[in-house]
């Protein structure tokens, strides 16, 4: 199943690191809620604390300045339909399920309130939808993008200095609207911004030659080395969560764990060729778009097994396993589905042929 064909320009160690990406970023929410665990509490800022920046910093490192330099707008509406189509296409069939599911969902939100929210393009508190992901990314990138066409000509130190300061603003934004959620998460936008940038130099220094040298020895010191950085601060940091507009104790320090997380995801994607983990790279957008989806089933296989929804929700921490199970395991013959079917290609890549679903 797994030997679906992938195109063959894409460089693979590049497409494993997004599989890795993606299976991180399904493995961090199949943990949440975390509740009083700590153990969890620690899995999920260690992991949290590059799984979503990897994809900001993939995004600055794979975009090709010669091509759309001077093109903007093909690239804003390219990348538009690619994440904004399958934004608004799942909200509108989320608002659309939401009626008659309603009294069999826990929420507090009225029909009504579901759209207002889709317009404010951020929330409701305590109920915001794993979505926000693709507008941030989306408008991270635009951008990353006109800074880059302004200051390409530049040396690269005019552009650190923005890595520095756009998560200040970000912070500053989210405390003037706080306690609301900030619109249209501006904020995130930001630090996606500064993750693109760090993209951006670490091609302009590396290219995209794989990320291992001839001295295995060497390789791993460095990955030891980016292993004790990554889990200092990000334990000390906290969980960074984009959903809640709470970004840790300091978001310089989610800057250092998202990068050498990131780091670390592209050594172990340079040391090996796997057509699974090659397939969740290719296919990332769709999983990412569908997974939490499968995880409603966790309690719904509970009760065909004698639990009560009260047990299942007293013990929720202890089924992270199988959440991620489901939520892996169906999300791949799903994306082998919409590389089949027109219109669902459409809803979740925005292209009415399946071709390329990374999230780049």
Not at 20 to 30: K, P, R
Request: aromatic share 16%.
């Amino acid at each position: 199943m797994l030997s679906e064909p992938v195109v063959s320009n894409r460089l693979e160690w590049i497409d494993n690191a997004r599989g890795i990406g993606i299976l991180t970023v399904v493995l961090v929410h199949s943990m949440i809620p975390m509740r009083d665990n700590a153990y969890l509490w620690g899995a999920v800022s260690l992991l949290g604390g590059f799984a979503i920046a990897l994809f900001f910093i993939m995004a600055g490192l794979t975009y090709n300045g010669d091509k759309y330099r001077n093109n903007l707008k093909d690239y804003a509406i390219s990348r538009g339909r690619q994440l904004l189509i399958p934004y608004v296409a799942l909200y509108i069939i989320m608002m659309i399920l939401f009626v008659p599911l309603a009294p069999f969902v826990q929420t507090n939100l009225a029909p009504s309130e579901v759209f207002f929210w889709f317009l404010y393009g951020a929330g409701p508190p305590g109920e915001a939808t794993y979505l926000w992901f693709l507008p941030v990314l989306y408008f991270g990138l635009l951008f990353f993008v006109v800074i880059e066409r302004v200051t390409h000509s530049m040396n690269s130190v005019v552009r650190w200095p923005l890595v520095i300061l756009l998560p200040v603003l970000a912070f500053w934004i989210t405390d003037a609207f706080s306690p609301m959620l900030v619109p249209w998460r501006v904020n995130s936008v930001l630090i996606a911004t500064a993750f693109c940038i760090i993209g951006y130099e670490i091609r302009n220094y590396r290219h995209l030659r794989p990320w291992r040298t001839k001295s295995k020895v060497f390789d791993f010191v460095v990955f030891i080395a980016l292993s004790a950085v990554l889990f200092v601060a990000s334990q000390y940091n906290g969980f960074f969560d984009f959903v809640e507009d709470s970004f840790g104790k300091n978001a310089w320090l989610y800057l250092i764990t998202g990068t050498s997380g990131t780091i670390m995801v592209f050594m172990l994607s340079s040391l090996f060729k796997n057509k699974g983990i090659q397939f969740l790279g290719v296919n990332s957008q769709v999983i990412y778009e569908i997974h939490p989806v499968f995880f409603y089933l966790a309690p719904a296989l509970m009760l065909l097994l004698g639990w009560s929804l009260a047990a299942y929700d007293a013990s929720i921490t202890l089924f992270w396993p199988l959440k991620f199970l489901l939520g892996i395991g169906l999300s791949i013959p799903f994306a082998m589905l919409v590389l089949r079917n027109r219109v669902l290609s459409l809803i979740f890549t925005g292209k009415p042929i399946a071709q390329d679903h990374a999230l780049l």
